[in-house]
Structure formats: C-alpha cells, structure tokens
C-alpha cells in the first residue's frame, strides 16, 4: 500500500491532459491493486458512460458489455456512489445479462470502486480478474479507495483547469469587445461631433434597432472606416 500511495503522489496532474493522467493512474492501479489483472477508469457524464483509461482488453471488454446492457457493477458504483464487489460470476445473481456475457470474457471477479466528487459520484475505477474472489481482501479494497481519490483529485484540477481558461476566454473577449466598441465611439464622435456618452447612445439604438449585438454594430462601423482608407 506504502507503494502504491508513493507512486499515485508522483502523478503530475497540472499541465496534462485529463485522459493522460487517467491512464498513468489506470497503470499504477493495474500494477498495484492486489489480484487486479486488468483496470479501467469509467467516468459518468449524466447519462452516458465511458471508459476513459483502461489497462487491460479484458478491462475494457468487460466495460463495453455493461455499456451495451446499461447495466453492471461499474455502472452502479458510478451512479449510485457504492463499492460493488463480485467475488464469482458463475454465482452472481446480480445484473444476469451482463454476467451472462461478461463470463465468456474470462473475468471471473471484479471491484468497482466509485469515485467521489462534490459529494456525489462521477464514475468508478473497476479491477477484473479471472480468478475467483481476487479481490476479498481488504488490502485490495483500500488500494482500490486510494486509486479511485486521486482520479477523482485529478478531475476535479483538469476541471478546475477548463473553468480557468474559459473565464480567460471570457474575459479575452470582453476586452476585445470593450475595445472595438471604444473605436466606433472615437469615429461616431470624429463624424458626428458628439460626446462619449452621445456616441455610445448611437451605438446603443443601432443594437436595438437592428436587433444585433453592440460589439457587432461596432465592428461594422470600425471595418467601414477602415475599407475607406
């Protein structure tokens, strides 16, 4: 376990994309989950679910299966926040169609660990082996909780992230529209002899007038003094 918390604080999470780090993560996992054989990440975004990262065919194969029948372990770890563990799918009674056809598949037994976030669940870390009960043992639990906390920290930083560089986005944009809309005042002032607060007026009932934006009746006014030279 020393190891396995040693190597996920190693992970950089800044400056990466999401799916990069997931997948470093999914690795260290597959590596360090005691009886995991194959790992993947499957992440919830309202009704559709995906796997993100996975180490594995099997992982993923068995992933799919649950996508195609929208049912299964992962995919109630992922929605309702619980761990669900399988310890024999020649006995599981749970999910029938999917254990039906996750058995030719070779998987055995699986853990599905949800990953919390904000106080809900965004998706779950699922381990699969083809032995039976690979995963009864708390160390594996605990290696899974460990694992499924720092995907749910590196979401929340990739978030984090995109809510940053949108607000810079946003505010790119608002300069670039403050600054257009003072150029068109400078020429309305020039041509009609009119104060700032007069030009803007103009500015303003030509917005509404023509029921388009004020950054785009000032850019139309700026493009027109500019074909003129």
């Avoid at 499957?42 to 996975?54: H, N, S, W």
């Avoid at 099997?58 to 926040?81: F, I, K, N, V, W």
């Avoid at 699986?110 to 083809?130: E, F, H, K, M, R």
């Avoid at 499924?148 to 949108?166: M, P, S």
Wanted: hydrophobic share 45%; aromatic share 4%.
């Amino acid at each position: 376990m020393e190891e396995l918390l040693r190597d996920l604080s190693r992970v950089t999470l800044g400056g990466r994309e999401l799916g990069e780090v997931l997948g470093e993560i999914t690795g260290i996992a597959a590596r360090a989950v005691p009886g995991a054989e194959a790992v993947s990440t499957t992440m919830v975004r309202g009704d559709k679910a995906f796997t993100a990262a996975f180490s594995g065919q099997m992982a993923l194969d068995a992933d799919e299966l649950q996508y195609e029948e929208d049912s299964g372990p992962c995919l109630d770890a992922g929605r309702g926040g619980v761990v669900l563990r399988v310890d024999d799918m020649r006995t599981e009674q749970r999910w029938p169609a999917y254990v039906a056809r996750v058995r030719r598949t070779g998987v055995r037994s699986s853990l599905s660990v949800p990953l919390p976030y904000q106080g809900s669940s965004i998706g779950a870390l699922n381990v699969y082996s083809t032995e039976p009960a690979a995963f009864a043992t708390p160390e594996s639990l605990a290696a899974g909780l460990g694992v499924a906390e720092t995907i749910a920290v590196a979401v929340a930083n990739a978030d984090a992230h995109a809510q940053l560089a949108e607000q810079a986005r946003n505010m790119r944009i608002a300069m670039e529209s403050r600054a257009v809309i003072e150029q068109a005042k400078g020429v309305l002032m020039a041509q009609r002899h009119v104060d700032p607060e007069q030009a803007f007026e103009i500015l303003r009932e030509a917005s509404q007038r023509y029921n388009r934006k004020l950054r785009d009746i000032a850019a139309g006014i700026v493009a027109g003094v500019q074909n003129a030279r």
